[in-house]
């Protein structure tokens, strides 16, 4: 879907380039998140695919066209942006943000605006309450909400998005995160997604890209391999310490082998009061219902409630354990 061939970026006035020789490919519907330290050339990246910078040497092919050849109205409905700061306009309502790229289209009044309300339900904000506001009248989070409805508004197939929840508390941020994911399940776009935040980019990214000084990339795979075997020494630091409880956070309960119930595990089980987890559960949801039961083993237990079998604490911590700087996933 996206490929960027060989690119390289020097800006003017500068000697070394910020990225040199790059080649990376996002495949259609899959997030791919580009992590790494602060001015190791993500957002130069990022803003190379949009063309909002010009590579120096390279191409970037969206879709089979080099972007060079596509014109800027045309790069716009087929890419959308969502940035930090979000970019709102401040003397512009909700609903007119929102309009922004259907008008530059020319698009019928009609239709920008039946698809202005369609996006603010699919952003979670009543469009009654929320289409005539101001950004100013909106909370951090509902303005980072309208700002993925603008960038949504042409349905691009690609969306770029950098440091989206940068701004945001981590509370906040967590639930934008997963409205976000359950979003992607609806539209699959195919998202090139840019922080500094390696537990951001485990639990949005379908791949990572880890980059390092220069632009240069340390390593580009799933989260789970990149937390299992990280390529290097830059990675493994950049990790950091808690990858072996990120990893449970990413495999589910039922992937684990699982022994049948002895009969006294059935017995509480029946009393309710065994540490239960559904199958799809992640590993971590199990460890903590194990934790709070006092218990050593779960049952595990499908969406209706039928019993899978049991999962030992001893599994999870071997899961745990040899899972980080071992073998394959
Ligand atoms: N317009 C510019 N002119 C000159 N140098 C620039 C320009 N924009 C970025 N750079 C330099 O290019 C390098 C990469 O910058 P870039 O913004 O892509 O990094 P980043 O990884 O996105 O950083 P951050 O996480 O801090 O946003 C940095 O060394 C930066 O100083």
Known sequence: MIQL?????????????????????????EIVVLVGPSGCGKTTTMRMINRLI????????????????????????RIGYVIQQVGLLPHMTVASNIGLVPRALGWEKKRIRERVEELLD???LDPAMYRGRYPKQLSGGQQQRVGVARALAADPPVMLMDEPFGAIDPIVRDRL?????ALQQQIHKTVVFVTHDIQEAVKLGDRIAIFAEGGRIAQYDTPAQILANPADEFVSSFIGAGAAVRLLRLEQTGSM?????????????????????????????????????HDDVAVVVDGNGSVVGGLPWS??????VDGVGSGPT
């Open 177 to 181: 995160q997963d409205e976000f994911l």
């Open 315 to 320: 599994t999870v911590l071997a899961r745990a």
């Open 122 to 124: 699919l952003v979670g």
């Open 54 to 77: 010009e590579p120096t040497t390279g191409r970037v092919i969206l879709d089979g066209d080099d972007v060079t050849n596509v014109n800027a109205d045309e790069l716009r409905r």
């Open 5 to 29: 061939d060989r690119v390289s970026k020097t800006y003017p006035g500068s000697t070394a380039p910020a990225i040199e020789e790059l080649s990376l490919d996002v495949r259609a519907g």
């Open 257 to 293: 082998p699982l022994l049948p119930l002895d009969d006294a595990l059935a017995e509480k089980h029946g009393r309710g009061e065994a540490a239960v987890v559904r199958a799809d559960q992640s590993l971590y949801a199990t460890l903590d219902a194990m934790l709070h039961a």
